[in-house]
């Protein structure tokens, strides 16, 4: 019992899944590690590894059809899986909070703030005079006016209702709050913030923290310690130095590898390819990352290495390890291992100079309406100009709400602008329905945000390949439409092509749902590429697989707009950078001189906010 007191939260074998009408699917298996007083513990893993359920489970939350097979969670001395439903009560709120994803929803639409947090002092048996302290205490601590509390959550922007979760769940002192993905859907300077706020009130308070994300670049910048999670299981565990400069998992040096960092710039991002294993009631028989390692062995096909020490705490599930520490960026990795295929076209100086489209004095207002009678004009692009050029990736970079998917969307023939001209190939086709025209369409392709809504669900991937092939008249007979096809798929990194043509877009992982929607883009030849956020919605490993995908068509000599938010991102793949500020385009130029030297304030904090692992919050 004394090991069990010495830490705040001890987790030891714990293993939960969900039944479903095939089976029980296994969510995490095993899962051992502690938390410290006063310190912050990030758990970091892809989408799908067990990162919720184990949140849920720690906390009690985990209802049918999900269960807790077996296994222990101490907080202090108490094993909260063990106690009564009202024992738990008691301990929530007073003791550790739960933090779930998408927090800011979790607040009641139709009531006030100061009511909902008077509501959760009130019942762990505050009186009403010592909550109103509390509540004035914890909101000045998160930087919010004391007067939200006279205010319902849709008056407040999405960075203030998320301090107001924090400040509730600070509300009563705990020793351990859990935070599900707590910066999900934020604009990157608020999540900044955000995360800044979370570091000063963890230190102010002694309180320990439990963040939970796939941003592993975010939880890098924050926690004092990391566990990688892979396949419902914890396959390393250690300081945040040690996870970052010594990696002992081939997971975690692929992801480590994956991720773009202004602080220590890549030539190439490692990508991770394949899935991880379907876990429907049972667990394969070897590691879990095998079919997906570069390093594998024999044995790992037939054994799963337990959670070994390397050093000072420092734990990795790796055969490679027991024998002592190996580097494993001194290992080969073999060349067939990645998923995309190398870009060997080459443009000479004069081709990459080459100007595509030009866009001049661009401007987009929407009118707001106020009341019956009035309405307010909101110009969301104002007097934008800019070339794209002939095998470049040119940047545009700015926070939510700045019109950089507005510009986006008016490029590609979705919306009329209000004024400015937009000059292709040489033509004139400032007019809406120019943009509309057979001739556009196939010059000027779109890639979306979120690769789970732009396929359609009813179709195959040969489906949403084969319609533009045809409607842009790309093959001359039928007997060319499925060699085609598979062309198509195979220079999007989908190999073999065949095992994917009749996959519909469920039963693709996101990466590969994206390399399909680049593939339909990318079909009928395009000069000109649009990238609306194409990786903002995928994990680590997923992204670099789609950003070297974008970089290669690069070389093939499309003409690429990236639109982002994250200036790491910009600085691994982008040749030029906008950077766009209410709707205004503040700073343009070569991506390294902009980057090192921003000479525009709004630059400078997209700079400082952006996530990257070799920096510290």
Not at 15 to 38: C, K, L, M, R, S
Not at 79 to 85: M, N, P, V, Y
């Amino acid at each position: 019992m004394e090991e069990i007191m010495d830490s705040l939260l001890k987790v030891n074998e714990l293993t939960a899944g969900y039944f479903n009408q095939d089976g029980f699917v296994i969510g995490v298996t095993n899962v051992n590690f502690e938390v410290y007083p006063n310190e912050i513990f990030a758990i970091a893993g892809e989408s799908g590894c067990g990162k919720s359920t184990l949140a849920m489970a720690i906390y009690g939350l985990l209802k049918y059809p999900g269960v807790v097979l077996r296994g222990h969670v101490y907080l202090k001395d108490k094993d909260i899986l063990s106690i009564t439903q009202e024992e738990l009560r008691k301990l929530r709120m007073k003791e550790f909070v739960y933090v779930p994803q998408f927090a800011m929803d979790a607040l009641d639409p139709v009531a006030k703030i100061g009511d909902q947090m008077m509501r959760a002092a009130v019942s762990h048996g505050v009186n009403v005079e010592e909550a109103r302290k509390l509540i004035k205490e914890k909101l000045e601590l998160v930087d919010l006016p004391y007067n939200v509390v006279n205010m319902y959550p849709h008056e407040l922007s999405g960075g203030m209702r998320q301090r107001v979760v924090i400040a509730t769940s600070i509300l009563l002192n705990p020793s351990l709050i859990i935070l599900d993905e707590p910066t999900t859907g934020l604009d990157v300077i608020v999540q900044y913030e955000i995360l800044k706020d979370l570091k000063r009130i963890q230190r102010q308070l002694g309180v320990s923290l439990v963040i939970i994300s796939h941003d592993i670049s975010m939880l890098l910048m924050i926690s004092d310690r990391v566990g990688i999670m892979y396949a419902g299981e914890i396959v390393e565990i250690g300081s945040k130095e040690e996870i970052i400069k010594r990696p002992s998992h081939p997971y975690t040096y692929l992801l480590i590898s994956s991720l773009p960092s202004l602080v220590k710039r890549r030539e190439k991002l490692l990508s991770i390819p394949g899935n991880p294993p379907l876990m429907l009631s049972k667990v394969p028989n070897s590691c879990r990352f095998y079919d997906r390692c570069p390093f594998k062995m024999e044995k790992c096909s037939t054994l799963n290495p337990a959670l070994g020490d390397i050093m000072d705490g420092h734990k990795a599930r790796c055969f490679l390890q027991k024998g002592g520490y190996v580097d494993l960026s001194t290992l080969p990795i073999p060349l067939e291992y990645y998923a995309e295929e190398k870009a060997e076209t080459d443009l000479s100086e004069s081709n990459q100079h080459e100007v595509v489209m030009k866009i001049l004095n661009l401007s987009k207002i929407y009118y707001i309406r106020k009341n019956l009678i009035l309405s307010e004009p909101i110009n969301a692009v104002n007097d934008v100009s800019f070339e794209l050029k002939k095998g470049t990736i040119t940047a545009l970079v700015g926070g939510s709400g700045h019109g950089k998917s507005t510009i986006a969307k008016i490029l590609a023939g979705m919306i009329q602008q209000t004024s400015g001209k937009i000059i292709l190939l040489g033509k004139d086709v400032s007019e809406y329905g120019v943009r509309n025209s057979m001739w556009y369409k196939e010059n000027v392709q779109m890639i979306f945000q979120d690769p789970y809504s732009s396929l359609d669900p009813r179709h195959t991937v040969r489906w949403h390949v084969e319609r533009p092939l045809l409607i842009h008249k790309k093959v001359s007979n039928k007997d060319q439409l499925l060699p085609k096809i598979i062309e198509v798929l195979k220079n999007v990194g989908l190999k073999p092509p065949e095992k994917y043509l009749y996959k519909y877009p469920h039963e693709l992982s996101g990466g590969e749902r994206q390399r399909v929607a680049i593939a339909r883009a990318t079909a009928v030849e395009p000069k000109v590429l649009v990238a609306d956020e194409p990786v903002s919605m995928l994990d680590a490993s997923l992204r670099a697989g789609i950003l070297n995908l974008i970089k290669k068509f690069k070389k093939n000599g499309i003409s690429i707009l990236y639109i982002t938010h994250d200036i790491a991102t910009v600085n691994y793949i982008a040749d030029e950078i906008m950077v766009i500020y209410k709707g205004r385009i503040v700073e343009k130029g070569n991506t390294y001189e902009v980057i090192s030297n921003p000479s525009h304030e709004y630059t400078k904090r997209l700079i400082e906010a952006v996530p990257d692992p070799y920096k510290t919050i």
